[in-house]
């Protein structure tokens, strides 16, 4: 089936830093999503995507994140600085529409050490 | 607020077994619902999903699943469990606000295997 990609696979860093991941989503998707999983807890939506704007962010979703998709390459999330409560695997998804009955397709994840 | 509960962090089952395992959901109105499935290393996998309409949905691999409205249950069934089936299972459900749709998930449901 459809691919989604995560880049780096594992990330270690130091708090206070910043850290941007890469999502290489299904070629022809248009709306993007990214999830955050603590360790031993449920994956809980962060943002999404569409057109080059944001469309929906959670509470999780702090000031310190931010997501783009510049010229059509990777889909990013950033998070600058990163703090202790980050640590976390981070989930990219696609989806070719938004509506709520659309597949979306997820990455392997990205896990995330923040020391 | 809207929500989907797992009550099974693990179940164990013999392969040839049946397998059940359970979804509640709590939304205002019938959401979309879907079950994945997640092997080691790997991103999530798309086992079936429930519109509004028939209860009984088909999904990949044997699986199937049952929508309930009085039960608010999408309980996830396999008549005959394949060692390739040990994985985590996530349901998981979604409405359309008029953006995109994010999805709420349950905590998991790890199935392992009953060995002798």
């Known amino acids: 089936g459809p691919k989604v990609l995560q880049i780096p696979s594992h990330q270690i860093i130091d708090m206070g830093q910043m850290v941007t991941l890469n999502c290489d989503p299904v070629?022809?998707?248009?709306?993007f999503y990214w999830y955050k999983q603590i360790l031993g807890q449920q994956m809980e939506f962060l943002v999404n995507?569409?057109?080059?704007?944001?469309?929906?962010k959670s509470k999780l979703f702090k000031d310190q994140f931010s997501v783009e998709r510049p010229d059509g390459s990777y889909f990013t999330l950033k998070i600058q600085p990163t703090a202790l409560e980050d640590s976390a695997v981070y989930f990219c998804?696609?989806?070719?529409?938004?509506?709520?009955?659309?597949?979306?397709?997820f990455g392997p994840g990205t896990r995330l050490l923040v020391l | 607020a809207q929500s989907v509960t797992q009550p099974d962090a693990r179940v164990t089952v013999s392969e040839g077994a049946s397998l059940q395992l359970r979804c509640k959901y709590s939304?205002?109105?019938?959401?979309?619902l879907f079950w994945y499935v997640q092997y080691p290393r790997q991103g999530l996998q798309l086992l079936l999903k429930?519109?509004?309409?028939?209860?009984v949905v088909q999904g990949v691999n044997g699986f199937e699943a049952e929508f309930s409205k009085s039960n608010s249950s999408f309980h996830l069934r396999k008549a005959s469990v394949h060692w390739s089936d040990w994985a985590v299972y996530f349901c998981?459900?979604?409405?359309?606000?008029?953006?995109?749709?994010?999805?709420?998930f349950g905590s998991g449901t790890k199935v392992i295997p009953c060995l002798p």
């Open positions: 998804a696609s989806s070719w529409t938004g509506g709520g009955q659309d597949t979306q397709y």
């Open positions: 070629s022809n998707h248009l709306y």
């Open positions: 995507f569409y057109n080059g704007k944001v469309m929906e």
């Open positions: 939304y205002f109105g019938t959401p979309y």
């Open positions: 429930y519109y509004p309409g028939d209860p």
């Open positions: 998981a459900g979604s409405v359309w606000t008029g953006f995109a749709s994010a999805l709420t």
